[in-house]
Antibody
Framework: QVQLVESGGGVVQPGRSLRLSCAAS????????MYWVRQAPGKGLEWVAV????????YYADSVKGRFTISRDNSKNTLYLQMNSLRAEDTAVYYC???????????????WGQGTTVTVSS | AIQMTQSPSSLSASVGDRVTITCRAS??????LGWYQQKPGKAPKLLIY???RLQSGVPSRFSGSGSGTDFTLTISSLQPEDFAAYYC?????????FGQGTKLEIK
């Protein structure tokens, strides 16, 4: 079945780095745009970043631009989020998600991972 | 970035009620809007995309409407499993932005 599994979360000190991974299975990963969305404790959803199906285009929320980098390895069916210069306000559950329709990026995100928790604290 | 204003932020209703949640965009977004349901401790679930298209497997009591700047999600007859948080998301232009959410609670 179609599945996304995040990993790499943990506790990290402010200013340090962390890399999240999202392993995909059950669909043609290389045909779909992929996203990261986060949710701070007790708060709403925040869109973080997107990468096109072939990795040629990516966009970021203003809150993470210049600090976070989204990437993908289509040979490994894996999505990444490199997070640098982490701040307390980056503390959240991070979800990866896929586009509903291959090669079309504005029809919603239909499959989500279970989330991985990042805590930024000294 | 486009701002999405969702209302109400919370709502108490009973099983069988008809409920409407609204989302307003700070600029026109055509019909590039989705609605998501999230239950505590779970990942969001896509309910509606392109403002009014029902995602596969979602019950028909859920419906969406709107275009431009004003959108609504309607649940025609609330069921016990519908008590959750709901979010709109504009996917018209990057950065995508969510509304602040509506928590639907049992009266």
């Amino acid at each position: 079945q179609v599945q996304l599994v995040e990993s790499g979360g943990g506790v990290v000190q402010p200013g340090r780095s962390l890399r999240l991974s999202c392993a995909a299975s059950g669909f043609t990963f290389s045909s779909y745009g992929m996203y990261w969305v986060r949710q701070a404790p007790g708060k709403g959803l925040e869109w973080v970043a997107v990468i096109s199906y072939d990795g040629s285009n990516n966009y970021y929320a203003d809150s993470v631009k210049g600090r976070f980098t989204i990437s993908r390895d289509n040979s490994k069916n894996t999505l990444y989020l490199q997070m640098n210069s982490l701040r307390a306000e980056d503390t959240a559950v991070y979800y990866c998600a896929k586009d509903l329709i291959a090669n079309i990026d504005n029809y919603g995100m239909d499959v989500w991972g279970q989330g991985t928790t990042v805590t930024v604290s000294s | 970035a486009i701002q999405m204003t969702q209302s109400p932020s919370s709502l108490s209703a009973s099983v069988g009620d008809r409920v409407t949640i609204t989302c307003r965009a700070s600029q026109g977004i055509r019909n590039d809007l989705g609605w998501y349901q999230q239950k505590p401790g779970k990942a969001p679930k896509l309910l509606i995309y392109a403002a009014s298209r029902l995602q596969s497997g979602v019950p028909s009591r859920f419906s969406g409407s709107g275009s431009g700047t004003d959108f609504t999600l309607t649940i025609s007859s609330l069921q016990p499993e519908d008590f959750a948080a709901y979010y709109c998301l504009q996917d018209y232009t990057y950065p995508y932005t969510f509304g602040q959410g509506t928590k639907l609670e049992i009266k």
